[in-house]
């Protein structure tokens, strides 16, 4: 569903309030950052003190615009290697924690999030593939994700996943495969794969290390068939340096996550590699998916929809259709 059109208001108050809302203008309340940190909200299940958010992350991440990086992508689909883009949008909106959805008109009871939608494009022969992952993290850094939902589009049909964070982990999925069918299920809360993306944009020092039990991304999931449950992985954070590298390795799944970013605020995603099984059966071999940065705006995407706006996609190397 498009993003609608932001509504326009009168005053220069209103308008102030709403620039830090994302696709669907709507005011941020509480406090300087946007939002709350949500500590009361009846799906909290933070173990800390909400983070403050430093001077620097408020400028940068509550100036009214999202981040939008591409990446060229090599995806690893059926035992071969596709060509594709990848794109990582980041932008802070208010969630309503009851709802689990964007809050249109927020109040002492939102809590503030930075969400990240993930998505490829490739193709595998005839037929293409997209792939979209919605990531809803609180910036207050204290607690796991939100929400998650990811879907798969190809011409054989089209899955969805979704994870919502209340008591425990609520999972919804959806597939046109029978044995995958209609799923509802509950996990205990452990790491997530996906938070993690969000997570090290914040604060890449809290990110867990050592060895836990980690929910792999949707994504992978649903690529590969696997139960929707955590698995044993050893999480590691390279040294302080110009770039980083977060690594995931999942023993037990025979792959390894690594992903690259930017030392210095604002820990700008420069690329990922996913080396696990690719194919069918015995036959599956382990080849490595790898995405590499191509470009990064800083826009508010959502008011740029008229055809006169196409040329943004050649900044960022993308196709326009």
């Known amino acids: 569903m498009p993003c609608p059109r932001p509504q326009k208001y009168t005053t220069g108050l209103l308008v102030l309030l709403l620039l830090a809302s994302g696709c669907k203008q709507g005011a941020e309340t509480a406090d300087s950052a946007g939002g709350t940190d949500g500590g ?9 003190p909400p983070r ?78 997209s792939i979209m992952s919605s990531i809803f993290y609180p910036v207050s850094d204290n607690r796991h994700a939100l929400k998650i939902s990811t879907s798969v589009q190809e011409w054989c049909g089209h899955v969805y996943a979704q994870l919502n964070n209340r008591e ?10 029978e044995s995958e069918g209609e799923q509802e299920l509950h996990l205990p809360k452990n ?22 039990d980690v929910v792999p991304s949707m994504e992978f999931l649903r690529l590969r068939h696997q139960p ?26 025979n792959r390894t996550l690594q992903i690259h970013f930017d030392g210095d605020f604002p820990h700008t995603i420069q690329g990922w590699t996913d080396s696990y099984p690719s194919g069918f059966g015995a036959d599956a071999q382990v080849l490595t998916t790898t995405a590499q940065l191509k470009n990064t705006l800083k826009t508010p995407y959502w008011r740029q929809n008229s055809n006169s706006d196409l040329h943004l996609r050649d900044s960022l190397g993308l196709s326009k259709r």
């Open 52 to 129: 403050p958010l430093t001077e620097d992350f408020k400028s940068y991440w509550y100036a009214g615009e999202a981040e939008i990086s591409s990446y060229s992508l090599s995806q690893a689909r059926y035992g071969e290697l596709r060509e594709g883009d990848a794109a990582l949008v980041y932008v802070t909106e208010p969630f309503n924690p009851g709802k689990q959805v964007k809050a249109d008109r927020p109040d002492s009871t939102s809590v503030s999030v930075l969400k990240l939608n993930r998505t490829r494009k490739f193709l595998t022969g005839i037929y293409p593939y």
């Open 168 to 177: 425990d982990f609520e999972i919804t999925a959806h597939s046109y495969f």
């Open 228 to 253: 929707f449950q955590a698995y044993p992985a050893t999480l590691t954070l390279s040294e302080p340096a110009k770039v980083r590298t977060y690594t995931i390795t999942y023993p037990g799944l």
């Open 191 to 212: 790491v997530l794969e996906d938070e993690l993306w969000t997570r090290l944009r914040i604060a890449p020092e809290t990110l867990p290390q050592g060895n836990h």
């Open 40 to 48: 009361t909200s009846p799906s909290a299940d933070a173990t800390a």
